[in-house]
Structure formats: C-alpha cells, structure tokens
C-alpha cells in the first residue's frame, strides 16, 4: 500500500492570477484588432525582459552598485514584461497557463530566495523556454499538447514568481503595471505586428 502524502498542487502553483492576465489581454486584443507577435518576436521580447531585470538585480542586490549619476531602474516593471511575453505566447496559442504542471516543474527546483540565483535561473529558464519554441518553429504540432512545453513553461513561471517575491514585488503587480505602461504610452511599439506595406504610423 502507497502511503505516501499526495501532492497539493496549490503547494507548488504561483499565486498568479493566471486567468485573469489571459483573459484581460485577450479581450484587449480583440476589442483594439490587435495581433499578437510571432512566436520569434514574442521570445525576442522574453529575453529583452530578462535581461534587463537581471541586470537591474546585479546592481541592486550584488556587488557592482551604480554609478550616483545612475537612476535606479524598474524591477517590477521588468517583471512585468517577462509576464506579459508569457501571456501573449500563452493565448497564442491556446495554453491554459493555470492548468501547467506546476508540480513536476517544481521537483528540480532548490529553495534559493537570493535575488541574484533566481535571476540566473530565470535567464537559464527563459533560454530552455526559448529552445524549446524554436524546435517547433518549422512544425505543424500543437503546442498547447506537447509536454515539454508546457513543462518548461510552467517552470519558466515558476522561477519569474519566486524571483518577484525574492525582490520584494508580485507577478499581479508588475503585470499591472506593464499593462497600464502599454496603455499609456507604448501601445504602438508594443502591441501588433507592423505587416509588409505598413508603416509604425498604420497601426492603432
């Protein structure tokens, strides 16, 4: 007889607000007659995100400050970003992102809370997300039913929650904040793909 305790997936979920994000963007989306990205530009956007954060991590959480002429710059924001790159992959293509397998996800993860470690796992993350998406860039297979991307999404995921909590923000509050930027003042950059014959002016 197994005795073993089942595993609780709320233990291992991020307290994301996952379908909120899907929906809110997607119904954004399809109001405005916007376009979501390729699945090229949307991991290009991924990795601009991480980047970024990781170096914002290195200045405020390691040994290399700025310089005092420097402005701090904008974690949660950067959070945002990586999130909302995420959501707009997710509703692409049909992923339910509350329903990933956040349990098998979370077996090989250590319980680091430094925000420099979980920064360098969110870039070795995001690069194993990318991987993966570009091996299928030539396939007719449906990504929404193929395990390994589902998987090395929700550890994707998994990562971007704890390293928010390790830098004292939310995954909600950052991605709040990147949609109100995009509403704001980015909605031309951000939002559609600028199709052949267009110019940036063309698009809403």
């Not at 959480?61 to 402005?71: A, H, I, L, M, V």
């Not at 790159?85 to 098998?104: M, Q, S, T, W, Y």
Request: charged share 35%.
């Amino acid at each position: 007889m197994n005795n073993d305790t089942p595993k609780d997936k709320s233990e291992h979920t991020p307290s994301i607000r996952f379908s909120h994000w899907q929906h809110e963007i997607d119904q954004w989306f399809s109001d405005k007659g916007w376009e979501y990205w390729s699945d090229e530009e949307i991991v290009s956007q991924l990795a601009e995100g991480v980047g970024e954060l990781a170096k914002e991590v290195k200045h405020r959480f390691g040994d290399k400050k700025k310089r005092s002429d420097e402005q701090d710059g904008d974690l949660a924001g950067e959070l945002g970003d990586i999130m909302y790159a995420v959501v707009c992959f997710a509703n692409k293509h049909g992923i339910r992102l509350a329903d990933l397998p956040f349990v098998e996800a979370a077996l090989s993860l250590d319980t680091t809370v430094d925000p420099r470690r979980l920064a360098n796992r969110l870039f070795a993350d995001a690069g194993r997300f990318a991987g993966v998406v570009d091996s299928f860039y030539e396939s007719n297979e449906a990504l929404a039913k193929h395990k390994t991307v589902l998987l090395t999404a929700a550890r994707l995921l998994k990562t971007i929650d704890e390293c928010a909590s390790a830098c004292g923000t939310s995954v909600d509050d950052a991605t709040e904040k990147t949609i109100e930027k995009i509403a704001r003042r980015d909605t031309k950059r951000f939002l559609r793909v600028i199709k052949p014959g267009e110019t940036p002016d063309d698009n809403p």
